[in-house]
């Protein structure tokens, strides 16, 4: 790994244990606020140190060489197909999902405003798939 990317990460790490320490000490009062920063902090910080210590155990041909597959691997056909015939399973299955709580909504005598959010949903994935396949056809 280049020195570039190991300064980066342990920026990253350094940024994250500051807004950890301001969210925990500075803005304890302030509630919202305090807890953002706090999660976002513990994150970053994280995510910094774990990107730092990878980089400093992997060596640069290592890194080249999965960069190498991981392209293949988002490229190949199979994949690509595996990938489109999940998201249908599973926008099948979560329309059937939200079908079934609006019913129960409506039979549990829920507030209407609930009841018209959740069917607005099943609306918005009707208008998706409508747009989405003419934008397809027309396409390929």
């Known amino acids: ?35 953002l920063c706090i999660g976002l902090g513990a994150a970053v910080f994280c995510l910094g140190v774990g990107n730092f210590i990878s980089s400093l155990l992997t060596s640069k041909p290592e890194t080249d060489e999965r ?7 988002v490229q190949d056909e199979r994949n690509i197909r595996l990938r489109e015939k999940v998201g249908s399973t599973i926008n099948r299955v979560l329309v059937y999902a939200l079908s079934i709580l609006v019913l129960a909504l409506g039979f549990m005598g829920a507030g209407i405003t609930i009841i018209l959010m959740v069917s ?3 609306l918005l994935e009707l208008v998706l798939a409508i747009g989405l396949s003419n934008y397809y056809t027309k396409r390929m």
């Not at 960069?67 to 691997?73: F, G, W």
């Open 120 to 122: 607005s949903l099943l």
């Open 1 to 35: 790994m280049r020195k570039g990317g190991l300064w980066l990460y342990a920026g990253l790490a350094v940024i994250g244990a500051v807004a950890l320490y301001v969210g925990g000490f500075v803005l304890s009062g302030e509630g919202m606020i305090s807890g």
């Open 67 to 73: 960069a190498r597959r991981k392209a293949v691997e």
